[in-house]
Each structure stands twice: as C-alpha cells, then as structure tokens.
C-alpha cells in the first residue's frame, strides 16, 4: 500500500514564526487532506487539497501530485497552533480509505 | 464542532464489561467510518459503512462489533476487551465513498482505558 512519510517529526518554534511541514506519499493520488490534532485528541480538517494551492487565513497548502508531494505552510504561528499535524491520502487513487503518517508535532512557545 | 459528535467522551471499562460507542453525524452524509489511535501507532481504518452497509473490515476482533442502523448514528459495541485495546477510537463520516467520498470528517474521539 501506499507509504506516507511527514517531516520533520517534531518542531518547536516561538509565537510568530513561520513554518513548513511536508508529506511525501509513495503513489500517486488523485485526493489528499490535512488534518490538525488538538491536545485533546480532535481531529479538525483543514485542507482537502488534491492539487494546486488553498489559503485559509494563517494556514495556506500546496499538493503537486505528480511529484508526490504535498506542502502546509503556518505564518504568524500561535500557541493555538500546537498539536499534530497529519497528511492523508488515501490507499490508492481516489479511495475514501485514507492512509495516515506519524505526524509532525508541533509547539509553539508564547 | 465539526458536525459529528462521539460520547461518551471518556471511558473505563473491565475486562469482563459490555460498553457501548456513539457516534452521531448532523452533516447528511451517507458514509460513516471508525478509526483507532493507540499510543504511537498511526491511526488505524477499522470499518467503513455506506447507506448502512458495512463495506469495510479492516481485520478487526470480533471483540469489535460495530452496528450501524441508519447513515446518521455510528456504534461500536465492545465486549471481552483487553487492556492493549485502550486508545482513542474516532468515528468519522464523508458523504460517500468510492470516486464522490469527498472530504473526511472527525468527532472529539472516544478515549478508552481496559483495566
């Protein structure tokens, strides 16, 4: 099945730091999403990006498919922002099956 | 509030109890799935139901019976657990499956401890 691998594993950065978190995926897939786990175990959707670029406020991603690849970018980092980050496309092509990496955990330090 | 609501949210239960999960999706999707996160292990597919019916069992102990009586309500029914199977379970739903699945949505997670 398809290999999800995120980097980097861990990241701590200051309030108001920027940020990049990739997600490699082994396959190529025609949907992938963004989820961010909060302290408390939710998972909150943030992107369904099967290619090209979204925005959403601080929080922007970019998927190049063909490359098997897929980008989150966070500015202005907030401690809100700490948790996990997981990328998820799915078993194989458009399958509603999605795979999950380890994550990136992120903390931010007022 | 993403639209599916899991309680309860906390549960201890012993070896020897029946418990029970619910899941609830206010979101008129018509696919409802449940996932398992234990302590640093990724997340793991356990079923996935479409318009009730189950069309996924991703190997799961019989221990694990889940029920799905409309596309709206979610339940997992645990009986004879062991104490490995502590984790967060998570229900999610997406409006279907196959090439129209579109977007995966989660609840706040069932948090399980076996004794």
């Known amino acids: 099945g398809i290999q999800v691998e995120q980097s980097p594993p861990d990241l701590i950065l200051q309030e108001g730091a920027n940020s990049t978190l990739r997600c490699n995926f082994s396959?190529?897939?025609?949907?992938l999403q963004w989820f961010h786990q909060n302290p408390w175990g939710q998972l909150i959707n943030l992107f369904y990006?099967?290619?090209g670029t979204k925005q959403n406020g601080r929080l922007s991603a970019t998927t190049v498919a063909t490359e098997r690849y897929s980008l989150l970018y966070i500015s202005s980092s907030q401690t809100t922002d700490s948790g996990v980050y997981f990328c998820?496309?799915?078993?194989?092509?458009?399958?509603?099956?999605?795979?999950f990496g380890k994550g990136t955990k992120l903390t931010v330090n007022p | 509030e993403t639209g599916v609501t899991q309680t309860p949210r906390h549960l201890v239960m012993g070896m020897t109890n029946k418990k029970s999960l619910k899941c609830e999706q206010h979101?008129?999707?018509?696919?409802m799935y449940w996932y398992k996160q234990s302590a640093k292990k990724p997340l793991e597919l356990m079923f996935v139901?479409?318009?009730?019916?189950?069309?996924e069992n991703n190997s799961v102990p019989s221990r694990f019976s889940p029920e799905c009586p409309n596309s709206s309500h979610l339940f997992l029914h645990l009986h004879t657990l062991q104490p490995e199977d502590s984790a967060l379970y998570l229900c999610?739903?997406?409006?279907?499956?196959?090439?129209?699945?579109?977007?995966?949505?989660f609840g706040e997670g069932s948090r399980l401890t076996v004794l």
């Open positions: 999610a739903s997406s409006r279907g499956t196959g090439a129209s699945w579109g977007e995966l949505f």
């Open positions: 396959d190529s897939v025609n949907n």
């Open positions: 990006i099967p290619s």
């Open positions: 998820a496309p799915p078993t194989q092509g458009g399958s509603e099956k999605l795979v």
């Open positions: 979101l008129g999707h018509n696919a």
């Open positions: 139901y479409n318009f009730k019916e189950q069309t």
